[in-house]
C-alpha cells in the first residue's frame, strides 16, 4: 500500500477538497550494506545527498509551502530541504517507541508536541501545501498519525510525505490517497543508524561516520 516518489509522475486530480497525486512505484535503491553488527550506518552527507535529490520534484509537483518535522528524526533532514525549498519548518514531536525499552508502545504513538495553528508560521498550514518530513518509513504508524492530526486539525489545501528513507517491508500504518509521498531511497528491512544518533549506540560522530563509510565500500565490493 505505499507509493515510491519519481521525477515522473501522472497528472494530478482534484478530489474534494485535495489535490490526489499518483506516484509510480520507483524510486533510489540505497547503496548501503549492513555493518558486522547487522546494522546499516548513514553520515551526514548520506543524508544531504539523498535529500537534495528530491528537491526538483518537490519544487515542481509539491511546491511546499511549509514543512512540518517530526522530531526527532525529521528535524535535520527538514532543515537540509529548507535551504533548497525555502519553506519555514514547524515542529512535532511524536512517540511510538518507548526509550527505556526500545519497542514500540502498547498505547501507540504519543504526542507530546504539536505547533500553535493561530501564530505564524502555523497559519500557514491551514490552506497551504503542507509536507510531513521525517527520516525513515518504517511502520508508517507515525506518518499515519501526523497525516490525520494534520487534516483534522488545519484543513491544509494539499498534504505531502517526504522520508529520506522507506523500508522495503509490510505497512501497519496506512496513508490516505490524497497525500503525495516522497522517499529518497528504498532500502531493506535492517536497523538504520542515523549520525544524530551516534551517542545512544555509544560512538562519537567521527566513529559513526567510519561505520558508513565501510557501508558503502562493502556495497561497492
Known amino acids: 500500500d505505499h507509493y515510491l516518489a519519481s521525477s515522473f509522475h501522472q497528472p494530478a486530480e482534484k478530489v474534494g477538497p485535495f489535490t490526489l ?3 509510480p512505484t520507483m524510486s533510489t535503491p540505497s547503496n548501503k550494506s549492513p555493518a558486522k553488527d547487522g546494522k546499516v550506518y548513514y553520515s551526514y552527507g548520506d543524508i544531504h545527498d539523498s535529500v537534495s535529490k528530491l528537491v526538483p520534484t518537490l519544487q515542481n509537483e509539491f511546491q511546499p509551502t511549509v514543512m ?3 522530531g526527532g528524526g525529521g528535524f535535520i533532514p527538514a532543515r537540509m530541504l529548507r535551504t533548497e525549498l525555502k519553506a519555514p519548518i514547524l515542529a512535532i514531536s511524536l512517540e511510538l517507541y518507548d526509550d527505556a525499552t526500545n519497542t514500540i508502545r502498547p498505547t ?4 507530546h508536541q504539536w505547533f500553535d ?8 498550514v491551514k490552506g497551504g501545501n503542507v509536507l510531513i518530513v521525517d527520516e525513515v518509513d518504517d511502520t508508517r504508524t507515525t506518518l499515519q498519525y501526523a497525516v490525520e492530526e494534520v487534516l483534522k486539525r488545519c484543513e491544509p489545501a494539499k498534504i505531502g510525505v517526504c522520508v529520506v528513507h522507506n523500508k522495503n517491508k509490510p505497512k501497519k500504518g496506512k496513508l490516505p490517497d490524497n497525500v503525495a509521498y516522497y522517499a529518497a531511497e528504498e532500502v531493506e ?3 538504520v543508524c542515523y549520525p544524530w544518533d551516534a551517542a545512544e549506540y555509544g560512538r562519537d560522530i567521527h ?3 567510519s561505520l558508513a563509510r565501510q557501508c558503502s565500500s562493502t556495497s561497492s565490493n
Open 68 to 70: 512540518i518535522a517530526i
Open 21 to 23: 497525486i499518483n506516484h
Open 117 to 124: 495553528v493561530n501564530s505564524e508560521p502555523g497559519q500557514l
Open 189 to 191: 528491512d535492517h536497523w
Open 108 to 111: 501507540g504513538v504519543v504526542c
Open 207 to 209: 566513529q559513526h561516520e
